[in-house]
């Protein structure tokens, strides 16, 4: 059990944001849009960062889980942590630059929200997952969302790129870009199976 007394004095000014340890917030981060249920010991919702850094070395250090969390809408209960709930979607919700083939957003930012950027310039983000409206870029590539068009356009984790700030945690980077190159040969199995099975001629009346 995390002693709360304890985690406020030991992060009092390495944390900017808000620490909850009431059993309503705990409540309300304990489901997503899954059956499942595992209320978290802590809610933390940082503003920068620095502080997501900060708190992640800390909990490493004590051999707490940490989960992030975007707007919760996974089916699989991929948000849902008895450790500590780290909630990106509140102060991490900007597009910071459109480019010619990229872009830069936060964590939190929702896919329709980046898609209203892109339209503007004639483009989108090809995967479509049914909770557009509320699911964040972070938590889609995070959990390689994709939506009914994945066999055309591919999954989250193919068109996006972590890049986390602090030192601590751009192993994870390396390690999403490995996870993008092999869901990209699963893809391309896929569409190659999918065209053979749906050649003419591929499926045969058995003789009578």
């Known amino acids: 059990m995390l002693d709360h007394k304890q985690i406020t004095d030991d992060l009092r000014g390495l944390f900017r944001g808000r620490l909850h340890f009431d059993r309503l917030t ?27 850094a900060s708190l992640v070395r800390y909990c490493h250090e004590h051999a707490v889980s940490v989960t992030a969390r975007g707007a919760g809408t996974g089916l699989s209960g991929e948000s849902l942590n008895s450790g500590v709930a780290l909630d990106l979607s509140v102060h991490f919700r900007k597009v910071l630059a459109v480019g010619a083939d990229t872009v830069t957003v936060q964590a939190g930012a929702v896919l329709h929200q980046l898609n209203a950027e892109l339209a503007k310039v004639g483009r989108r983000f090809a995967p479509d997952p049914a909770s557009a409206a509320a699911c964040t870029l972070g938590g ?6 994709s939506g009914g068009n994945a066999a055309h356009h591919h999954a989250g984790a193919f068109h996006g790129r972590a890049r986390l700030e602090a ?5 994870f980077g390396r390690q999403l870009i490995g996870l993008a190159a092999a869901e990209a040969a699963h893809i391309a199995d896929f569409k190659r199976e999918y065209r053979q099975r749906t050649e003419p001629g591929h499926h045969k009346q058995a003789d009578p």
């Open 26 to 52: 705990r409540g309300l981060y304990s489901t997503d849009a899954s059956p499942f249920q595992i209320e978290p010991q802590l809610v933390a919702v940082p503003e920068d960062a620095e502080s997501v």
């Open 167 to 171: 030192a601590d945690v751009r192993e």
């Open 140 to 145: 889609m590539i995070a959990t390689n969302a």
